[in-house]
T-cell receptor, first 111, second 114 residues
Framework: GNSVTQMEGPVTLSEEAFLTINCTYT??????LFWYVQYPGEGLQLLLK?????DKGSNKGFEATYRKETTSFHLEKGSVQVSDSAVYFC??????????FGTGTRLKVLA | DAGITQSPRYKITETGRQVTLMCHQT?????MFWYRQDLGHGLRLIYY???????DKGEVPDGYVVSRSKTENFPLTLESATRSQTSVYFC?????????????FGSGTRLTVV
C-alpha cells in the first residue's frame, strides 16, 4: 500500500553542519512530493514540493529532488542553523484529497 | 486576521465527556481536514470535508463526529472521550485536491483525557 518511510530521529547537528534527512515512498503512479516543517508548538508548514520526476523543490536553503528511479525525496541543507530545529515531515499526494505523511524526523541544531 | 485558527489550544477533559474542538478558516477554502498526531504514528486523517455539508471518514474516524454547516467552520466532536483519544489535533484546509496543492495547518489543540 501507499506509505512514506523517513529516517528516525532525533538528528543532532552542530550549527553550519550539512543536513540530510532521508525519505522514500511507496505509491502507485507518480505522486507529488512534499516536505513540511513543524516548529515547536506550531502546526505544520509547507517547506517545499516537487510535482514530477527530477524536479527540485527548494526554500529557505533546503532542497529536495524527486528521484523516480529510487522513489526518494531526501531533504538537504548545506549549513543548518539553530533556528532550523524542528520536526520535518515527508509526504506525498497522489491526486486525491489525501496526503500520506511520514512519521516525522526531529532535528536538533546545537550552537 | 486571515488564516486558520483552532480553539482551544489546550484542553483537559474526563473520560466519557463530550468535547468539541473548533476550527475556523478565513480563505473560503473548499477542503478541510482533521488530523491527529501521535508519537510513532505521524499524522493520521480522522475526517475530511470537500465543501459545506459534505464530509467523509478518513483513516481513524471511530469515536469522532464532524459537521460543516458553513464553509469556514469544521468542528470536531468527541462524543464520549477515551484516554486513547489523548493527542494533538490539527485542522487543515486546502484550495483544492490537485496534486500541486499544499495544506495550511492550524496551530493544533492538545487534548488530554484523564
Amino acid at each position: 500500500g501507499n506509505s512514506v518511510t523517513q529516517m528516525e530521529g532525533p538528528v543532532t547537528l552542530s550549527e553550519e553542519a550539512f543536513l540530510t534527512i532521508n525519505c522514500t515512498y511507496t505509491a502507485t503512479g507518480y505522486p507529488s512530493l512534499f516536505w513540511y516543517v513543524q516548529y515547536p508548538g506550531e502546526g505544520l508548514q509547507l517547506l517545499l514540493k516537487a510535482t514530477k520526476a527530477d524536479d527540485k523543490g527548494s526554500n529557505k536553503g533546503f532542497e529536495a529532488t524527486y528521484r523516480k528511479e529510487t522513489t526518494s525525496f531526501h531533504l538537504e541543507k548545506g549549513s543548518v542553523q539553530v533556528s532550523d530545529s524542528a520536526v520535518y515531515f515527508c509526504a506525498f499526494h497522489s491526486g486525491t484529497y489525501k496526503y500520506i505523511f511520514g512519521t516525522g524526523t526531529r532535528l536538533k541544531v546545537l550552537a | 486576521d486571515a488564516g486558520i485558527t483552532q480553539s482551544p489550544r489546550y484542553k483537559i477533559t474526563e473520560t466519557g465527556r463530550q468535547v468539541t474542538l473548533m476550527c475556523h478558516q478565513t480563505w473560503s477554502h473548499s477542503y478541510m481536514f482533521w488530523y491527529r498526531q501521535d508519537l510513532g504514528h505521524g499524522l493520521r486523517l480522522i475526517y475530511y470535508s470537500a465543501a459545506a455539508d459534505i464530509t467523509d471518514k478518513g483513516e481513524v474516524p471511530d469515536g469522532y463526529v464532524v459537521s460543516r454547516s458553513k464553509t469556514e467552520n469544521f468542528p470536531l466532536t468527541l462524543e464520549s472521550a477515551t484516554r486513547s483519544q489523548t493527542s494533538v489535533y490539527f485542522c487543515a484546509s486546502s484550495e483544492g485536491t490537485g496534486v500541486s496543492y499544499g495544506y495550511t495547518f492550524g496551530s493544533g489543540t492538545r487534548l488530554t483525557v484523564v
